[in-house]
């Protein structure tokens, strides 16, 4: 306490005065090898927040950072160590940038070995944290818990798993902190040329960071830092003399590099729109060289376009790129085997029969989702220079099987798949075509590179079947045609002829009411214009109604022809010469058509640079905009911390006078015994961050923690029965370490004893071979004679028992179809028997249940008459308890009649039960 003190009454300005008359720096820190050994002793004292301030503020004091030397670099490395241990990423961007203007072009080295440094302590970080989070997800109190109450209530209310929220609390933070410093980094190196490897390097490892994380959004986001800063490498915004050269071809075979390392990246994470730009990239670098790629570079580049290209869906480039890729490898490859041939051409075979069938070009830009013809014609444009192809139009079906067929590209491929293009291509023979590709289709399933070509060649075989079908039958059961299509189901046929109607290439009308499909219905329209290929026997009828004035007209200049033959070279002659009398004329008329075209391309071309130039002034002054903008962000960015620090300041003021209270207090309380225990468990820094009420919490703390200590101790003594066998294991793993070692040598030393016995035992071997052979190469044309007798008795030995066996094997035949039309009859008989068993057990079971039925019947007839006979019973005793009243109310008439007074009091009297029961309730005794 007594050094920061001391510490503080130098540093620290005196109350009241303004940061506008304060030093630019205090005089303590007006050298550099000071500032760094008190950020030092800063951060031996705990105060490493403090000592990052202090070296920020030597890096950003441009007054003694006019030259570097290499008191700067110790500086920096330790800047970058507190930031990075402080997680300060906006620090060490600052200070990274400070140092690079400190450097200029004296050092550059230096700058390097910073940002290696930087580089790989957060690399090393987020190894670290990554084990940490493991560790923490493994740290299970009770392995046979599946579910703690606090991972069921976190379930409830989140997706995330135990091990997600361990990740984001301990792992994300330097993850960010790390992409940061990629970020930070890349800005920095750009459009650099010393640095440009460094820079290459750096974006490599950023892609295998955003790869081993699963990082996507951030690969984005890289993905488009680096396509901006090659435009500025392209469009640099002023000439500097480190700027980096694309003529180079050292420069343009490091950006080459870094974009194959992003595509492979791009396509391994499934971001396929990142791979398509990384795709564009490399094509635009490689126009802007001047030499011819290396072949290997070329075939990877291949493979990734057409992988791109299958995924976005467009069959027919991918099918063109793998054409490139095969002829690529056919002429450029030393050790071309025929195993490598043949699945590239198995390979090029399917991905030209997968692309799709397609209407003309105007139908096609009609379904598509394109706005104008323009838009379309672009893309084509665009992924034909993918391509790097000498033709400029967009590669067709038909072009690229008749390539196959020219380039003799079909003599590699796989014989099965031969078939196939035989059956698809050329074979004309509806009902059977997907039988006989059935089992091509489970051949190809076999092969896991062509298997995902199935799906695109079962479109294509339905709709070579649909136009086949159609120049043959007029209609079709449902039913019929789901039985010539094997791998399709009705609802999948259904499907694919309404998406066919829909797309223009097949005339078809499906009806649900009769279940049928009509092929060519109407008469007067026929399918979009398109060139005939594939198997054709004949047209269509509306094709027919359409081409019949273009066929009449051929066949009358036939006839006219034949009849007059002199007439039509007449008129060809008159033809002839009217064309050569108008030529001068025509001539002229086009030489001022060109002279006039050429005028109009003039004045486009100078519209189009002067709309170019207007746009570029355009960015410029969005350019200036955005420079301005970011200049007074950072004003008011240094303006803000500048605050912050004044703030600090302040409040560090305020610490250290509540610090030198806590301290009078704790002498205090160094005079009690459970004080004294208390403070001798407490740092003397730890002792600086707390005040009297922490102290005192610390104290119950300690209370607290001698307990459960006394508890450890007694759960401790249970486990040291354990510890001698641990002790003696540990001795016993050095001496089985040497013991491995001494038989490992052992066993090396017999096995080179044996070797060296098993070669004498071989050459021995070879010579007596050697001898035996001298030996008994007399005898070797009486020992061909030998085998040519041998092989004679035994050819006719074999004739002799083949008979026997095939005698054998009819009679066993003969046999076998006697015992199965016995094992027939028998079974008949044992059906019939069992037949019978059934009916006379149903029989038994119906008589059964009649029976059970009278049963049941009788009894409750009888339970009816029963019930009568009770019925009729209480019956009886209800009248003669009726006639008992009737008895005793007339011998009570015939009695003198009471006075008047009972008799208006005694009320009606009731039956003999009524009596009965009142009595009873008065609690007399009953009559009976």
């Not at 008359?21 to 004292?45: T, W, Y």
């Not at 355009?618 to 303006?639: K, N």
Request: hydrophobic content about 35%.
């Amino acid at each position: 306490l007594g050094a920061h003190s001391l510490f503080f009454s130098f540093s620290l300005p005196a109350r009241g005065r303004g940061r506008e008359h304060q030093p630019a720096m205090p005089p303590f820190f007006i050298k550099p090898e000071n500032a760094l050994g008190k950020a030092r002793d800063l951060e031996n004292v705990g105060k490493p927040a403090l000592a990052l301030e202090t070296l920020h503020d030597v890096i950003t004091n441009r007054r003694y950072n006019k030259q570097w030397t290499k008191v700067h670099e110790d500086i920096m490395v330790k800047y970058i160590d507190l930031c990075i241990s402080l997680r300060k990423a906006h620090l060490a961007k600052d200070g990274l940038h400070q140092y690079r203007n400190i450097v200029g072009q004296t050092a550059i080295s230096s700058l390097e070995t910073i940002i290696k440094h930087y580089l790989q302590s957060s690399e090393k970080r987020v190894e670290e944290a990554r084990g940490e989070s493991e560790r923490v997800a493994l740290d299970v109190d009770d392995l046979e818990a599946s579910e703690t109450p606090e991972s069921l209530l976190l379930a409830m209310v989140s997706d995330e798993g135990a091990k997600d929220r361990t990740d984001r609390v301990v792992l994300t933070p330097w993850l960010k902190f790390l992409w940061e410093a990629y970020r930070t980094v890349l800005d920095i190196l750009r459009n650099n040329a010393k640095l440009e490897s460094l820079y290459q390097d750096t974006a490599k490892q950023a892609f295998k960071f955003c790869l081993n994380y699963e990082r996507k959004h951030e690969f984005r986001r890289l993905c488009d830092l680096l396509r901006f800063h090659l435009q500025q490498v392209i469009n640099p915004k002023t000439a500097a003399p480190n700027n980096i050269n694309l003529n180079s071809a050292e420069s343009l075979q490091l950006h080459l590099e870094v974009r194959f390392e992003q595509l492979d990246v791009a396509s391994k994470l499934e971001l396929w729109q990142e791979a398509y730009k990384a795709i564009e990239d490399i094509a635009l670098l490689m126009e802007r060289s001047t030499k011819t790629p290396k072949p290997q570079m070329l075939a990877l580049y291949y493979t990734k376009l057409s992988t791109v290209f299958w995924m976005s869906k467009d069959y027919v480039y991918h099918a063109a790129a793998c054409h490139r890729l095969f002829h690529l490898s056919k002429e450029l490859k030393k050790n071309f085997s025929n195993e490598e041939a043949q699945a590239l051409a198995s390979t090029v075979l399917l991905a030209t029969l997968s692309v799709p069938i397609r209407a003309s070009q105007e139908v096609e830009m009609q379904l598509a989702e394109y706005a104008t013809p323009e838009q379309h014609t672009e893309k084509q444009v665009r992924l034909t220079n993918l391509l790097r192809s000498n033709s400029l139009n967009a590669p067709t079906r038909e072009e690229l099987i008749q390539e196959l067929v020219n380039l003799n590209i079909m003599q590699y491929v796989d014989f099965e798949l031969k078939d196939l293009f035989h059956w698809i291509e050329r074979e004309f023979h509806p009902l059977q075509l997907c039988k006989k590709v059935q089992p091509l289709f489970e051949h190809i399933a076999k092969q896991e590179q062509l298997k995902k070509y199935i799906e695109p060649l079962r479109n294509i075989v339905l709709v070579r079947l649909f136009k086949q079908l159609s120049q043959i039958y007029s209609s079709m059961k449902v039913s019929t045609l789901c039985r010539l299509i094997p791998f399709a189901d009705a609802f999948q046929i259904e499907k694919f002829v309404v998406q066919a109607i829909k797309d223009q290439y097949l005339q078809m009308r499906l009806c649900h009411r009769t279940k049928s499909i009509s092929f060519g219905a109407n008469m007067f329209t026929s399918q979009a214009d398109e060139v005939d290929e594939g198997p054709q026997l004949q047209s269509l009828q509306s094709e027919m109604v359409r081409s019949q004035l273009t066929t009449l007209s051929k066949r009358l200049h036939q006839a006219v022809d034949l009849i007059n033959p002199a007439a039509r070279q007449q008129m060809l002659q008159r033809r002839h010469a009217a064309i050569y009398e108008n030529l001068p004329g025509k001539v002229e008329r086009e030489h001022r058509q060109m002279l006039e075209r050429k005028g109009i391309i003039e004045k486009r071309v100078e519209y189009i640079e002067a709309l170019g130039k207007i746009r570029a002034n355009e960015e410029l002054e969005r350019q200036q905009r955005q420079r301005e903008e970011a200049r007074q962000q950072e004003a008011a960015r240094l303006a803000e911390e500048a605050e912050r620090r004044n703030k600090q300041r302040i409040e560090r003021e305020r610490e250290e006078i509540e610090k030198q209270q806590a301290m009078e207090r704790l002498e205090n309380m160094r005079k009690t015994a459970i004080g004294l225990r208390t403070l001798e468990t407490l740092k003397p820094e730890d002792l600086a961050e707390m005040d009297a009420d922490e102290i005192l919490a610390k104290q119950v703390e300690q209370l607290e923690k001698e307990r459960r200590e006394q508890a450890t101790k007694l759960r401790a003594q249970e486990k040291r029965v354990d510890y001698l066998e641990r002790a003696k294991r540990l001795e016993e793993l050095p001496l089985l370490k040497e013991h491995l070692e001494h038989t490992k040598k052992e066993n090396e030393r017999l096995w080179n004893e044996q070797l060296h016995v098993r070669i004498e035992a071989a050459k021995r071997d070879h010579a007596l071979a050697l001898e035996t052979k001298a030996r008994l190469l007399p005898v070797v044309a009486h020992q061909k004679d030998f085998v040519k007798q041998v092989m004679a008795r035994r050819t006719a030995e074999y004739q002799r028992l083949k008979e026997n066996y095939e005698a054998a094997l009819r009679r066993q035949e003969q046999e076998r179809a006697a015992q199965e039309a016995e094992r027939e009859r028998r079974e008949r008989e044992e059906e019939l028997r069992q037949q019978k068993q059934r009916q006379e057990e149903e029989a038994r079971r119906a008589q059964q249940q009649k029976e059970d039925e009278e049963r049941a019947e009788k009894q409750r007839r009888e339970r009816e008459a029963f019930t009568a006979k009770q019925n009729e019973i209480a019956e009886t005793q209800r009248r003669r308890e009726a006639e008992i009243e009737e008895r005793k109310r007339r011998e009570a008439g015939s009695a003198p009649a009471p006075s008047s007074s009972s008799s208006s009091t005694a009320g009606p009297q009731g039956s003999w039960r009524d009596r009965e029961r009142e009595r009873q309730n008065a609690g007399g005794p009953s009559s009976a």
